[in-house]
């Protein structure tokens, strides 16, 4: 047993530099350019459902900064860009079916938007993707759009899920986009629904 746990060790060791480095590129392209990763892999003396080794996932999110342990520095918006860069680097060989990202619209536009927008678009060729999103960037990416409300109804809050036709996806997108649905707005949404 003991040989087949320093085989793996030394599989993870070797594969972790590769795996570094694709995702520190993922993490560029979704407008994390300062933000660097790292993995440690300690050997330890004690089995674990996984072998002997203890990995730990470090992140420095600015230049200059100490990398910190991952799980007690990132903010959610963070922790799920971090996740959709590791997922999307590892969607050819993930066998998990179903893939969930909320949040992960916090603190981006623009660019940033559209790269994450293409991400989940790659990630779900190979995974079923649910993504919870207020921005309109990626919201036009998808291929079934729901709309998620609350009604209160006997004073208990209740919410309903509704899957929208194409009209009413663009004009969705329109008013998240804006605050409002007019010609403009309608426009803008109907260029960024072709694009996706």
Do not use: W
């Amino acid at each position: 047993m003991d040989n087949l746990a320093i085989k793996m060790h030394k599989i993870r060791k070797t594969s972790t530099k590769e795996l570094i480095s694709s995702i520190n590129q993922e993490l560029e392209e979704l407008e994390m350019k300062n933000a660097k990763i790292n993995i440690n892999i300690e050997y330890i003396e004690e089995y674990l459902k996984t072998g002997k080794d203890i990995v730990t996932f470090y992140i420095s999110t600015n230049v200059g900064e100490e990398e910190k342990e991952l799980s007690k520095i990132a903010s959610g918006g963070e922790m799920s860009r971090i996740m959709l860069a590791i997922k999307k680097v590892l969607a050819d060989s993930d066998q998990m079916p179903v893939l969930v990202f909320d949040e992960i619209d916090t603190g981006i536009s623009g660019k940033a938007a559209n790269s994450v927008a293409k991400k989940l678009k790659v990630i779900s060729n190979k995974h079923q993707v649910i993504c919870i999103s207020h921005l309109p960037n990626i919201a036009a990416a998808a291929d079934y759009n729901y709309f998620i409300s609350k009604k209160i109804k006997k004073d208990r809050t209740k919410t309903e899920i509704r899957l929208l036709e194409e009209n009413e996806v663009i004009r969705e997108i329109a008013r998240i986009s804006s605050g409002e649905v007019n010609e403009v707005t309608l426009k803008y949404a109907t260029e960024l629904r072709c694009r996706a």
